[in-house]
């Protein structure tokens, strides 16, 4: 005898399925705690010299709904550069760590330019965003990068297809978004590049993997 299936209980049983998966996704997921705080980050980096941190409005914090996060701002002469740092203990599959494409145009902000750039960490090349953002007059120049104990991520949807199968394969998906803003002007691309370069290593010290 031939059994009929219905489509609606097709889709039914397909959303059954998807929501045992995701919740077996999450069951796997390890919170994975930094081994120093995003505060032990260097205070001195490349000539560039920490002057002060910045607390996040409860507003913003809820919406980065982050473990713990630093912003801090780092002077050479009269410009100024900020670095924000977002780490996440645990994520969730399918998710995805708040991108500045979306954070920025609602503080005003129009990315103009969009781009990459290569930085060289321990003899390694490592691909990150740079773009340009103006607002109103003031145009700044901007590197971001998703970065993990494992691993550096440009591209957001690169991140989630690596946090997908990290979720499946070791339940370990601690991650954090790194950012530095600084004026653009003339050799910006080339400090903003080498603070980068030596950001990296010491975010990763904060995952407890040695920087070399």
């Known amino acids: ?64 709904d982050a473990t713990t996060y630093l912003v801090r701002n780092y002077r050479k002469g009269d410009t100024q550069l900020e670095l924000f740092v977002a780490f996440y203990a645990q994520q969730r599959a399918g998710e995805s760590m708040h991108s500045p494409k979306h954070c920025l145009p ?7 330019q969009q781009g990459s750039t290569l930085v060289t960490v321990n003899g390694e090349e490592i691909a990150i965003n740079q773009d340009r953002i103006e607002n109103l007059s003031s145009r700044e120049l901007m590197f971001y990068w998703y970065q993990s104990r494992n691993r550096i991520v440009a591209s957001e949807y690169l991140g989630k297809l690596f946090l997908a199968r990290d979720t499946l394969v070791s339940g ?19 400090e903003g ?16 993997r040695a920087s070399s």
């Open 172 to 190: 370990e998906t601690a991650g954090s978004i790194v950012r530095i803003i600084l004026p653009d002007t003339p050799g910006a691309s080339q």
């Open 1 to 64: 005898m031939r059994i009929r299936v219905s489509a609606p209980f097709v889709c039914t049983a397909a959303l059954l399925t998807g929501t045992l998966v995701a919740s077996g996704l999450t069951a796997r997921r390890i919170s994975q705690p930094l081994a120093l705080p995003l505060e032990r980050i260097d205070s001195s980096i490349v000539g560039w010299s920490a002057a002060g941190e910045k607390t996040l409005p409860p507003e913003t914090l809820k919406t980065l």
């Open 193 to 208: 590049m080498a603070f980068a370069a030596k950001l990296i290593p010491a975010v990763w010290r904060s995952f407890g």
């Open 106 to 112: 609602g503080a005003g902000w129009e990315i103009w």
